[in-house]
């Protein structure tokens, strides 16, 4: 019988060959394992996480009208919820800006801003880049004691507009919705508002306190 033997010279020489192979794919191994454990947890992390939708639909108002409305779909809530009614028979911003046309427009500053910041910081100013007049506005700035910018803006205020009450109620509405009413545009008592003594409500401070003082308070709105 006939044995054959493999030339010692030339294993070094394959082996070395084969080294670099092995390597790789222990590396492309690795490496898939550590990206497919991120995505992983990154899955976990997106379902904890509440799912927020701002858009401009219509919702039944205390008279039983069908108002234009910003409404928020929170997937922790478990229905949408309005959040600010838009009179359609207030025509204060003229007709380039009807009721209509803010609802929609309003509610994609809602959604941007939230996908910021999660709107943290709701504060009302006077709109720095308006030269020619004072202009009223609500914004989410980007931290607090911040001035509002216009990438900041939510909606503008009338000048009857008490722009604190304003913060004061959507803040409660956020807290508890179930509890407290949406806010709506177009109706409002005349007050004053004093510049410089701008109010700013950290809203994610707040719903912690909040929450921490009653366990059995409502989810928020967003």
């Known amino acids: 019988m006939i044995t054959k033997f493999m030339n010692p010279q030339l294993q070094p020489k394959n082996t070395q060959r084969l080294l670099?192979?092995?390597l790789s794919f222990i590396v492309a191994l690795t490496t898939a394992c550590t990206k497919q454990n991120q995505e992983q947890k990154a899955d976990a992390?997106?379902?904890n996480e509440a799912q927020v939708k701002f858009f401009c639909g219509t919702s039944i108002y205390e008279?039983?009208?069908?108002?234009?409305a910003t409404i928020v779909d929170n997937s922790k809530q478990g229905k949408p919820l309005t959040v600010i009614y838009w009179n359609p028979s207030n025509n204060y911003f003229g007709k380039e800006w009807s009721p209509q046309k803010r609802c929609t427009e309003v509610s994609k500053r809602f959604q941007t801003i939230y996908e910021?910041?999660?709107l943290k910081y709701m504060t009302a100013d006077i709109a720095s880049w308006i030269s020619d007049r004072e202009v009223r506005v609500v914004c989410s700035v980007k931290e607090q004691g911040a001035r509002c910018e216009e990438d900041d803006l939510l909606f503008t205020l009338e000048t009857k507009d008490d722009p604190n009450e304003v913060l004061k109620n959507m803040v409660a509405f956020r807290e508890e919705p179930l509890n407290?009413?949406?806010l709506l545009r177009g109706e409002k008592a005349p007050t004053s508002f004093q510049e410089g003594k701008r109010v700013y409500y950290?809203?994610?401070k707040e719903l912690q306190e909040s929450l921490s003082k009653q366990k059995a308070t409502p989810k928020p709105a967003f």
């Open 45 to 47: 992390s997106d379902q």
């Open 202 to 204: 950290d809203l994610e």
């Open 63 to 68: 008279n039983g009208s069908s108002l234009p």
């Open 180 to 182: 407290n009413k949406p």
């Open 20 to 22: 670099p192979f092995f």
């Open 116 to 118: 910021r910041n999660k």
